[in-house]
Each structure stands twice: as C-alpha cells, then as structure tokens.
C-alpha cells in the first residue's frame, strides 16, 4: 500500500510540473509572437485622427444654430434649453440626405416675401454652407450656398426650401413623408422665445432685439489638454525639437512642421508647409478645414461650424444658440487658413466642461439699433460692419491653472473680416485714443488671451 502511495505522489507530482511547463512554453510562444506585438504596436500608432473622423456627423457639425417662428404677427427667436431643436431637425431631415433639390428662380422682392411668410419655421446657419453638407449623400456634389431653411408647418406642404440671404437664391427640397408638427408644437412650447425682427446687413438678414434684452449669465468648469497630447496628434512621435522663448514654446518635426504653445494662455498656433494647397470648391474648403479640426482633437461637443470667409474657416463653442468668444487677438476655438504656401490653424485648448449650477444672475443688453447706432456714433462706417450678433464672452481668471469660468453675453461685431465684441471696437474706435492700439500690436497675439 506504502508503495503504491509512494507511485501515486510521483505521477501526481510529475504531472503538475509537465502542466507548468506546457503553460509556461505557451505563454513564451504567445507573448513572444512578433504577429502580437505588431497588432499591437498598430493599434497604438494609428493615428488619433482616423479614429476620430466621423464620430460626430458632418450634419451635426454644419448644423443650424438660430431658430425662428412667426406667433401673431410678431417673429419669435427660440432655443428649447434641455432639448436641441436644431439637432432634432438635423435627426427628422436625415431620411432627405439623398434627395436632390431644385434651383428656383428668384429675386429679392420673392425672397422677402419668403422670409415674412408666417407658414415655415426658419433655421439658420452662422454662415454659409453648401448643399453637399447638408444632404451628405447626393450622388452628385453640390457646391450651391445657402444659409436659412424655410420649414412648413402645415402638413399639407410638401416642400421645404434652402435660401441664400446674399444672393436670393432659393432651392426647392421634396420632402416625402417627413412631417414636422411634432418638431412645431415642441417650438411653440419651448423654454425661451425672444421677439425681434430681421434686418439686413451687408447681405444676410440678421435678427434685432427691438427692445433691451436679459439673457442668463452661465459659469462652466473647464480643462484642457497637455502640450504633449497636440504635439502627438499634429507631429507625430518622431524626431521632435522643442525650443523655448519667454513667451512660448516651439515644436517641430522637420523644418515643415511647427507647433508653437504660449506659456501664459491656451492658445496655439500649428504651421504646415507641407500642405500648401488650397482646396478647389467650397464643399472642399469646409471639410478639409473640419478634418483638421478634428485632427487637433478638440472634445467640445457644441463646437460648430461658425464663420468663413473665402480660405479662412473659423470653429466655435456654443452654448444654447451662442457662440462662445475667448478673450483675446485669437478670440475663436479654431481657426483654419489655407494658402498655397502653407497650412495655419489657431486653437485653444480650454474645453467647457461642467455648467455650475446658476444663481439666476442675468445681462441686460441693449436693442440691437442702439448697439449699431453706438459703432456708427464712433467712426465706423455702417458698410464696413459686416455682422453684429449676440455671443458669450469668456471671462476667467488670469491664472492659466484657474477651471473656473464665466460666460457673460454681449454684442460682437464682425468688421472687415475681423471679429471683436462691442466694447472693445468701441475702445479702439477710429475716433478713440490710437495708444490703445499700439499697445495691443505691441503684444503678441498668442500671448494676447486665455
């Protein structure tokens, strides 16, 4: 019996070591398999940007920003608070993306009798954007612009029409099926609506508040991204120079790639010289320019499409329907410029993230008329004010380190191309003390800001 015990402990132990030993020679064969290291080398190198692309719809980022809709007479400005009207639209619209609009012929007397019809809803765009963005699966590109959507509210209608302000012209647009009583009563019943009145400035028709204005004051925490998180996505991970100055600090991979990062704001400016091509269309212009955006990796999910002028496409934060305005030269979220030398975008890295709970505080702007009538007073000629719109400045702490933010609405203004808010056109005005401004051209601009 002893030495049958005795065998027995033999195998069972002999057994136990020729399990650790096949378990062992399968990990070395499987940790050790070049196959496994090279998924996984790929999986970690593959760039940030092709996960990225197409995780928010083109739709959801050329998306309409203002609603409007006639109540007895009187044209209402409506944002719905906890519900994305615009958004809704952009979901209930999806099934036309295939549908081809028809050009109408049109004039300025037919478009104005378009924009005071009080049976379409009216959506708008900050700026223009091509057919091709909107309905995203023609089979044909369309590079035609337009800004406003006129929405029937009567189911009978079986059109809705894409309008351009600047030109007047007018695409037809068959809708099916799709019927937007639901989406009509929930603006009817919405959390906000504002009266005011379309008047046109220098090619769009932009709404007026008639009367001084409270609108909500909101504060937000914030974050932002490390140096080295843009460095990667923009450069890459190979041979990177770093170089430092008092104000900033200069990245580069080669002599054709730069990031530059300020010291004592968020702001950034990267340079590719390699990419010195200008996109043929307007279709392309825009999603070229969104492709770097999201390259950068900017995880604000109210940024939008806000403002673009011939090569140079400017993104924003939004909050509600209001773009949000950073202090500073470089005032917007992105900004992409394409020329045939290079490549340049703008950015700032200070990500809205938590809204704090709000004491109700709010800001009374003034009407509209006295904003512009105040540009006027001081030396700036009403053809050279190209928009004045409500937006949110971004009022912070001088601590880069500070989270804490303030938002406060005011008036900003875009004159010859540039945006600045009310206040600070009025500071530098033509007939004010030019000091101001050799001082502020005495500064440098990434070092101007937040």
Not at 90 to 97: G, R, Y
Not at 157 to 164: C, F, S
Not at 219 to 232: A, G, K, R
Request: aromatic share 12%.
């Amino acid at each position: 019996m002893r030495f049958k015990h005795k065998i027995g402990n033999i195998c069972l132990t002999g057994s136990l070591i020729l399990m650790v030993l096949v378990s062992l020679s399968l990990s070395a064969y499987i940790w050790g398999s070049d196959s496994r290291f090279s998924r996984i080398e790929q999986a970690s190198n593959q760039s940030p940007a092709k996960k990225e692309v197409g995780q928010k719809s083109i739709r959801e980022i050329y998306i309409p920003t203002q609603l409007f809709y006639y109540h007895n007479n009187q044209l209402y400005q409506v944002y719905g608070g906890k519900v994305n009207l615009p958004l809704q639209f952009s979901k209930i619209t999806q099934p036309l993306e295939e549908t081809a609009p028809v050009k109408m012929t049109s004039s300025k007397s037919a478009y104005d009798n378009l924009i005071k019809n009080q049976n379409y809803l009216q959506l708008t765009y900050p700026d223009q954007i091509t057919i091709s963005l909107f309905l995203t699966k023609l089979k044909r590109a369309n590079n035609g612009e337009f800004n406003r959507l006129f929405v029937p509210i009567n189911s009978s209608e079986k059109y809705l029409y894409l309008g351009n302000d600047q030109d007047y012209t007018v695409y037809r647009l068959a809708i099916g099926k799709i019927n937007f009583e639901k989406f009509y009563n929930q603006i009817k019943n919405a959390k906000v609506q504002m009266p005011v009145a379309l008047h046109r400035l220098s090619g769009a028709y932009l709404p007026f508040y008639e009367e001084e204005t409270e609108l909500p004051n909101y504060s937000y925490l914030t974050n932002q991204e490390t140096d080295s998180y843009f460095v990667y996505r923009l450069l890459g991970t190979g041979s990177i120079n770093q170089r430092n100055s008092s104000t900033s600090i200069t990245y580069s991979n080669g002599v054709y790639e730069r990031l530059i990062a300020a010291k004592n704001t968020h702001n950034y400016e990267y340079v590719n010289f390699n990419e010195g091509k200008i996109p043929g269309s307007v279709t392309k212009r825009l999603s070229t320019s969104l492709y770097y955006v999201r390259k950068i990796g900017l995880v604000d999910p109210d940024l939008h499409f806000f403002d673009g002028d011939n090569n140079n496409l400017i993104y924003q934060s939004f909050v509600e329907e209001y773009p949000v305005f950073l202090p500073g030269d470089y005032n917007t979220r992105a900004q992409v410029n394409f020329t045939k030398n290079r490549l340049r975008i703008n950015f700032n890295s200070l990500n809205l993230q938590i809204p704090i709970p709000s004491n109700g505080s709010k800001s009374t702007l003034p009407a509209t008329r006295v904003a512009l009538n105040q540009l006027i007073a001081n030396g700036y000629s009403k053809k050279s004010i190209n928009r004045i719109i409500v937006g949110y400045t971004v009022n912070a702490d001088s601590n880069k380190d500070s989270r804490l933010v303030d938002l406060v609405p005011t008036y900003y203004v875009k004159i010859k191309g540039r945006w600045r808010s009310l206040k600070e056109w009025i500071n530098d005005s033509p007939i004010s003390d030019p000091s101001a401004k050799a001082k502020l051209q005495n500064k440098e601009a990434l070092e101007n800001g937040l």
